[in-house]
């Protein structure tokens, strides 16, 4: 079953704007990861928050996570053209005895769009 | 793409054939992970194998069969029982057991587009 829903489907944005996706989940997560897809090709880890971390960075990338609201956000900052791609969060679950044996629940992705 | 390489990038497979989908990794990673990519829709994990010769049904495992006789090997064979297996493959593996802040990140193969004739 898919757990993370991504909200927007799609996003367009100019170059220079930031861009804030968003994802919600359903049931209890060990951690939730932000992947990213160029078309045709395979997905590449962005980032990583724990279930007790409430924001992260890494470069341009901002990732926050509310497990009250089982919400996490990605903002983008300063875009560019490279960044158009589609963008999927995956929570892992936590399964019975309180691991998430690695399994990740991927949503339907949010398609970024950045015009130069 | 990292150290996951997937074969063949394009396959083609007829009526009532089954086909086999290569992925081998070299990143020494116990998990290795099948999903399954449908146009404009997120990934479904099909089967996954935390150890060798162990794996587990994932959510849509009907019609698709899993090996996992080497650390570094996991193939997909989508069998005939599959009746709409045109999508994107992708395979992945993940650091298991007391890997590290990150072990649970998977690293992702560039993928296998099936199509049937």
């Known amino acids: 079953s898919q757990q993370g829903e991504e909200d927007p489907q799609a996003l367009s944005i100019q170059e220079g704007e930031n861009a804030t996706m968003n994802c919600s989940y359903k049931?209890?997560?060990?951690?939730l990861q932000w992947y990213r897809q160029n078309s045709g090709r395979g997905l590449v880890h962005l980032i990583l928050?724990?279930?007790?971390?409430r924001e992260k960075h890494s470069g341009r990338l901002r990732v926050t996570l509310d497990t009250s609201k089982k919400s996490s956000s990605l903002l983008i900052t300063a875009s560019r053209a490279a960044d158009t791609a589609s963008y999927f969060c995956?929570?892992?679950?936590?399964?019975?005895?309180?691991?998430?044996?690695?399994?990740?629940?991927f949503g339907q992705g949010t398609i970024l769009t950045v015009h130069p | 793409d990292g150290g996951i390489t997937q074969s063949p990038k394009y396959l083609f497979r007829k009526e009532g054939q089954n086909v086999t989908l290569s992925c081998e990794q070299n990143?020494?990673?116990?998990?290795m992970y099948w999903y399954r990519q449908d146009p404009g829709q997120g990934l479904r994990l099909i089967y996954y194998?935390?150890?060798?010769?162990?794996?587990q049904k994932g959510d849509i495992a009907e019609g698709y069969s899993v090996s996992r006789e080497k650390k570094e090997s996991f193939p997909l064979t989508v069998t005939s029982a599959q009746k709409n297996p045109t999508a994107f493959y992708l395979c992945?593996?993940?650091?298991?057991?007391?890997?590290?802040?990150?072990?649970?990140?998977?690293?992702f193969g560039p993928g296998t587009r099936l199509l049937v004739l």
């Open positions: 992945a593996s993940s650091m298991n057991g007391a890997g590290g802040l990150h072990k649970e990140t998977q690293y």
């Open positions: 049931t209890s997560i060990n951690n």
């Open positions: 928050i724990r279930s007790n971390e």
């Open positions: 995956a929570p892992a679950l936590i399964y019975a005895g309180g691991t998430s044996y690695g399994k990740l629940t």
């Open positions: 990143l020494n990673h116990d998990a």
């Open positions: 194998s935390q150890i060798v010769n162990d794996f």
